[in-house]
Nanobody
Framework: QVHLVESGGGLVQTGGSLRLSCAAS????????LGWFRQPPGKEREFVAA????????LHAPSVKGRFTVSRDSAKNTVYLQMSSLKPEDTALYYC??????????????????WGQGTQVTVSS
């Protein structure tokens, strides 16, 4: 069972950048597809980005494509979410998640088996 811990959140102005990190432990890092989700205030959790076990393929939600980039570093057992051109609507609690399935990347929360506790991102206007 993998344990996930997010970091890097904070308060940033519109147009600014942040890089979120998610450190994994307790499992074999390369066994998991990894995803980022976010939950804005008063709304449901939504897909942001995901990356395959070997880092060769990634997906990004249309709302963040071109502004956010997911990546992973197997040597550090860490997945990243580089966020730029941030907007107030990006304000949310950001979670990383790991999927044990050997299937393709998924936008669905149900495909992910393990979750971190989240890190807050607040974008001021």
């Amino acid at each position: 069972q993998v344990h996930l811990v997010e970091s890097g959140g904070g308060l940033v102005q519109t147009g600014g950048s942040l890089r979120l990190s998610c450190a994994a432990s307790g499992g074999t890092f390369g066994d998991y597809n990894l995803g980022w989700f976010r939950q804005p205030p008063g709304k449901e959790r939504e897909f942001v980005a995901a990356i395959t076990r070997n880092g060769a393929i990634s997906l990004h939600a249309p709302s963040v494509k071109g502004r956010f980039t997911v990546s992973r570093d197997s040597a550090k057992n860490t997945v990243y979410l580089q966020m730029s051109s941030l907007k107030p609507e990006d304000t949310a609690l950001y979670y990383c998640a790991a999927a044990q399935s050997s299937g393709p990347l998924s936008y669905s929360r149900r495909a992910y088996d393990f979750w971190g506790q989240g890190t807050q991102v607040t974008v001021s206007s």
